[in-house]
């Protein structure tokens, strides 16, 4: 199942096309796409029936789609989840996750322009696993259970926020307004034939700057989970952006940071992209 929200409203997709949730159950399940997730498995049961194909009558237009997850309660985020992104930083794999959060007004969709804030705004492109059900405790074999879906997530990061004090406390720089871009579609993980290996890419103005599989993470998705759960009660739509493969702009030599007029294009395989363009908040 693929789920997009197109006018605030939530649709199912198929190819290019989409299908209003609300209306084509008539009124069985909400347009809204937070409370469709409180009750994930029922949707999921109802979307596996066959709509008819006059249900899909949306056109599915790139530039008019939402955040899959556009109010989420809890938004954690992975550091140095990939061993070359952790070698470029200068740190040796870590031997437990490294938690940070990024708070959810953040949280856009796949297609935006985002305002520049002073300072050195870097990217990382991310694999993002979305909360389908309320977990708290679960162990890491059944972890999946508990995963609504994937999206594409950008962990916009401005810098000097981000590393200022002792130690520094990362959640602000994460934060500016439009730091969180996802999309383009919440994809559920039966729809892959390997939810744990997808490639993903991040491009600047055309350029690959990013790349690697997820099966590349030291820890994976279902780990996430249960350390995640073990300590911290996950709510239906919480987002868990999963960590960032080498490429960042900090790390590279000079140091690369994004400036007004720059695309950046984050493309995961079997899900699609995000596309953000970057403007001079002081213009």
């Not at 140095?80 to 938690?99: C, S």
């Not at 987002?239 to 790390?251: D, E, I, Q, S, W």
Request: negative net charge; proline residues 11%.
């Amino acid at each position: 199942m693929r789920l997009a929200v197109i006018g605030g409203r939530a649709v199912l997709v198929e190819g290019d096309r989409a299908a209003d949730i609300s209306s084509a159950s008539k009124n069985r399940f909400s347009s809204d796409p937070m409370t469709l997730l409180d009750s994930w498995q029922e949707l999921r049961h109802w979307a596996a029936s066959d709509l008819p194909s006059d249900a899909y009558g949306i056109p599915v237009e790139p530039d008019a789609l939402g955040a899959p997850v556009p109010r989420p309660r809890q938004v954690f985020a992975v550091a140095l989840n990939y061993p070359p992104h952790a070698a470029e930083a200068g740190y040796t794999p870590p031997d437990d996750p490294l938690i940070f959060t990024k708070f959810p007004t953040c949280v856009t969709g796949p297609r935006t322009t985002v305002e520049l804030p002073p300072g050195k705004v870097d990217w990382e492109v991310e694999l993002v696993a979305v909360v389908g059900r309320h977990a708290h405790r679960v162990p890491e074999d059944r972890a999946w259970e508990s995963v609504a879906g994937l999206t594409v997530g950008q962990d916009l990061s401005e810098r000097v926020v981000q590393l200022a004090g002792k130690p520094p406390q990362f959640s602000l720089g994460k934060s500016f307004p439009g730091f969180g871009p996802t999309g383009p579609f919440l994809v559920t993980p039966d729809e892959f034939a390997d939810p744990g290996d997808l490639e993903i890419t991040g491009l600047l103005n055309g350029d690959v700057v990013q790349h690697d599989r997820t099966k590349s993470m030291i820890f994976p998705v279902p780990e996430l989970i249960a350390r995640l759960s073990a300590i911290v009660p996950l709510l239906p739509g919480d987002l868990v952006f999963t960590g960032t493969p080498a490429g960042v702009g900090n790390r590279m030599n000079p140091p690369r940071y994004l400036t007004e007029g720059d695309e950046l294009v984050s493309r995961i395989s079997g899900i699609g992209e995000l596309r953000q363009l970057f403007s001079d908040s002081t213009a």
